[in-house]
């Protein structure tokens, strides 16, 4: 099956290569660099909160869930060759969540986020991703979270895109 593509107006080549990278799938880099770790998504209502770093750069995903037993997830976190750029993936592989979250937000340390999108799946289980609408979400400096009355309680993916602070020397 052929991956699915959004394509958008982005400032750089760089962040377009790595937007593409992460609609794709994970990175298979080097460790360094990337890294792909597989957790449980736990229904009940709690927050709960699951992070991973590359060297400095770490991204945080809180959430609370309801219905259902625990998802098996994935979360790719991995940093651009030239050091510019940090990006997280939250994903279920298997596509549709069957939980409804009542919460959820990204948050990525050492970085300012240049692009977020979050997804929902199409609701014929098929395997493609349905950007949520705009308003479901809000994106600031350094985190994506729900919009409180706005989101639907749907989410499969998440990918947020931020650009580090590293300067050449």
Not at 88 to 93: A, D, E, F, L
Not at 101 to 121: C, D, P, R, V
Not at 144 to 164: M, N, P, Q, W
Request: aromatic share 12%; charged share 20%; glycine share 8%.
């Amino acid at each position: 099956m052929a991956p699915q593509m959004t394509f958008l107006a982005v400032k750089s080549s760089s962040l377009f290569a790595l937007v593409l990278l992460w609609t794709l799938g994970p990175a298979s880099g080097s460790p360094d660099r990337t890294k792909t770790v597989e957790f449980n998504v736990k229904p009940g209502g709690v927050v709960h909160t699951f992070s991973e770093r590359v060297r400095e750069y770490e991204c945080s995903f809180t959430y609370a869930s309801q219905g259902g037993t625990n998802e098996q997830w994935l979360m790719s976190v991995g940093l651009s060759d030239d050091d510019r750029l940090f990006s997280c993936s939250v994903w279920r592989p298997q596509g549709k969540s069957y939980l409804f979250f009542t919460q959820f937000k990204a948050e990525l340390k050492g970085t300012k986020i240049e692009y977020a999108n979050a997804y929902s799946q199409t609701a014929m289980g098929g395997q493609s991703d349905v950007a949520l609408k705009p308003e479901e979400f809000t994106v600031g400096d350094s985190t994506v979270t729900h919009t409180d009355g706005k989101f639907r309680a749907e989410l499969s993916k998440l990918t947020v895109i931020g650009r580090t602070r590293h300067d050449e020397l």
